[in-house]
């Protein structure tokens, strides 16, 4: 009787530990938790579904909103990469709340910085970029780093540890996976964060004087007669023009079809995916590496097309976004107030 007892235990206890794996553990248990949250009227740290095996990086990132800078402040000189992610690190900061910034602030005050110029959009992207650059040189990782900011230092240091202990790289994803349940949305802020900022670094596929003839947004379609999102910018530039890499990555993309014509499509890492269309040559093959400012095309008039030109897009995390609002003083099209404003329709974004 004693053993059978025993043995009921033990099966309750394996029946409890596998139930608990399957919630937290697994995109079905995410979906579970997320809808009992959602009944309960509470906040679920599960992953988004589709996210999952991801650990939520990257692949959940959207823009919603234009940046939280004062009007101008990107219409300058291209940022080194350092700048960039400092803005891109400042971006996310401002949707945090009090609580959410703590982590950042101890991370501050771990270098002798001051937090409190993390909310400060002028200084802001300055000081996160110090910020992080202070702990990349503890942590050995500029991904440690940035994770150390959003999820707190000591969470960070372990999971990098773990990841090193391993054998591997301490990538935010290899990261996010090594931490303990409940930080989903602290990693979604240091991926955020990241993509943001390899955004920001994006060079112009060509010249800065090119006249933009079709901007980003929802648009009467020239062809099919019929609004449409169209999502890129479409840059006015004769047949052969040379079209070069707005950042250092590998070609996932190359290609021909009826829409876009000859196309490019380049991994940038972290989320950033750009694509280039109607090309009339491809310069490159699926699965090189190309370096920032490297010749990749020539534009074209190829597929549905109404004209010569370059159609630019932009991607973060597999949704397309405006790539004037990462690489405003192209032409100087952007005026100061269009940094600011708030988009009108939310699911261009």
């Known amino acids: 009787m004693f053993f059978r007892r025993t043995r009921g235990l033990l099966d309750f206890a394996v029946a409890a530990l596998c139930l608990w794996a399957a919630a937290y553990h697994t995109p079905v248990g995410a979906l579970a938790?997320?809808?009992g949250a959602w009944a309960a009227g509470t906040r679920s740290s599960a992953q988004p579904l589709l996210a999952y095996y991801s650990a939520g990086v990257y692949d959940a990132n959207e823009v919603q909103e234009a940046p939280p800078f004062p009007p101008g402040a990107l219409a300058q000189a291209d940022l080194t990469p350092a700048e960039a992610l400092g803005y891109g690190l400042y971006a996310t900061w401002a949707r945090l709340d009090a609580a959410e910034r703590q982590p950042g602030r101890a991370v501050a005050q771990r270098y002798g910085l001051d937090g409190a110029r993390l909310d400060d959009p002028k200084a802001g992207p300055a000081e996160a970029a110090r910020v992080v650059e202070a702990a990349a040189k503890e942590l050995d990782s500029e991904d440690a780093a940035v994770a150390?900011?959003?999820c707190g230092f000591e969470p960070a240091a372990y999971a990098a540890g773990r990841v090193r202990a391993a054998g591997a790289a301490p990538t935010l994803e290899r990261?996010?996976?090594?931490?303990?349940?409940?930080?989903a949305d602290p990693v979604t802020s240091a991926s955020r964060a990241l993509t943001l900022g390899t955004a920001y670094a994006l060079a112009w596929p060509v010249p800065e004087a090119t006249r933009v003839t079709s901007p980003f947004g929802y648009r009467e379609h020239p062809m099919l007669g019929r609004p449409q999102?169209?999502?890129?910018?479409?840059?006015?530039?004769p047949v052969g023009t040379e079209v070069r890499a707005t950042a250092s990555g590998i070609v996932r993309r190359a290609s021909e079809d009826a829409l876009n014509g000859r196309v490019l499509l380049i991994d940038h890492g972290r989320g950033v995916t750009t694509a280039y269309c109607?090309?009339?040559?491809?310069?490159?093959?699926?699965?090189?590496?190309?370096?920032?400012?490297?010749?990749?095309?020539?534009?074209?008039n190829t597929g549905r097309s109404t004209g010569p030109h370059l159609h630019y897009q932009l991607e973060l995390g597999h949704s397309p976004v405006d790539p004037l609002l990462?690489?405003?003083?192209?032409?100087?099209?952007?005026?100061?107030?269009?940094?600011a404003r708030s988009p009108s329709r939310p699911t261009e974004y």
């Not at 990261?175 to 930080?183: C, E, K, N, V, Y």
């Not at 400012?293 to 020539?298: A, L, P």
């Open 278 to 300: 109607h090309n009339s040559e491809l310069e490159v093959r699926v699965g090189q590496a190309v370096a920032r400012g490297e010749v990749i095309s020539r534009s074209g």
């Open 326 to 339: 990462f690489h405003a003083r192209a032409m100087g099209l952007v005026a100061a107030a269009d940094l």
């Open 148 to 150: 150390a900011l959003f």
């Open 33 to 35: 938790r997320r809808l």
């Open 175 to 183: 990261i996010s996976r090594a931490l303990p349940p409940g930080f």
């Open 229 to 237: 999102l169209h999502t890129g910018v479409d840059l006015a530039v």
